[in-house]
T-cell receptor
Framework: NAGVTQTPKFQVLKTGQSMTLQCAQD?????MSWYRQDPGMGLRLIHY???????DQGEVPNGYNVSRSTTEDFPLRLLSAAPSQTSVYFC???????????????FGQGTRLTVV | GNSVTQMEGPVTLSEEAFLTINCTYT??????LFWYVQYPGEGLQLLLK?????DKGSNKGFEATYRKETTSFHLEKGSVQVSDSAVYFC?????????FGKGTRLSVIA
């Protein structure tokens, strides 16, 4: 079972470079999201999508873009990397949005990004 | 907006000790409540959940009860093992994306 797959696992960027973090899920989930995890800050929501073609901003969207052209994929783009974007990034998916039935989120293994 | 507050760590316990990690929340309506666990180098995985008041979620010896009157969802385990060493996150969702607490790191020593 692949579940949620994130690539790459590790990345080092120079300030000002751009890159795309990939996220794919094979569970036909409607809802996908991106979080960043920083020490002492927990997980903070960057962007989310409730279905193909629909995206919305989370708590910390600045400096990041997303698109959702298919149900399976939800890439996160860093437009011009900054040291403040050094973090661990997690992609998650759920069958649906919201709390109905206590919908569980499934997480990828994470991408550890360092911006120098 | 919705928010989750959980006790600061780190927490260090001896094997077979009793564990409590406190979690309180602020939310409108009737959210679902979750505990997620993150083992070293891995992503988060669901530990247990509760979807309505007075529900008790349980898994792997861990338990938490959804207390609406105190807006709490404290995590407990009667006898921890070294393999329980991880970071634990309390989280909630209403008709909103998941909101997480800051996490509590647990270390269990033999």
């Amino acid at each position: 079972n692949a579940g949620v797959t994130q690539t790459p696992k590790f990345q080092v960027l120079k300030t000002g470079q751009s890159m795309t973090l990939q996220c794919a899920q094979d569970m036909n989930h409607e809802y996908m999201s991106w979080y960043r995890q920083d020490p002492g800050m927990g997980l903070r929501l960057i962007h989310y999508s409730v279905g193909a073609g629909i995206t919305d901003q989370g708590e910390v969207p600045n400096g990041y873009n997303v698109s959702r052209s298919t149900t399976e994929d939800f890439p996160l783009r860093l437009l011009s990397a900054a040291p403040s974007q050094t973090s661990v990034y997690f992609c998650a998916s759920s069958p649906r949005f919201g709390s109905a039935g206590g919908t569980e989120a499934f997480f990828g293994q994470g991408t550890r990004l360092t911006v120098v | 907006g919705n928010s989750v507050t959980q006790m600061e760590g780190p927490v260090t316990l001896s094997e077979e000790a009793f564990l409590t990690i406190n979690c309180t929340y602020t939310a409108t309506g009737y959210p679902s409540l979750f505990w997620y666990v993150q083992y070293p180098g891995e992503g988060l995985q669901l530990l247990l959940k509760a979807t309505k008041a007075d529900d008790k979620g349980s898994n792997k010896g861990f338990e938490a009860t959804y207390r609406k009157e105190t807006t709490s969802f404290h995590l407990e385990k009667g006898s921890v093992q070294v393999s329980d060493s991880a970071v634990y996150f309390c989280a909630l969702t209403g008709n909103t994306p998941l909101v997480f607490g800051k996490g509590t790191r647990l270390s269990v020593i033999a």
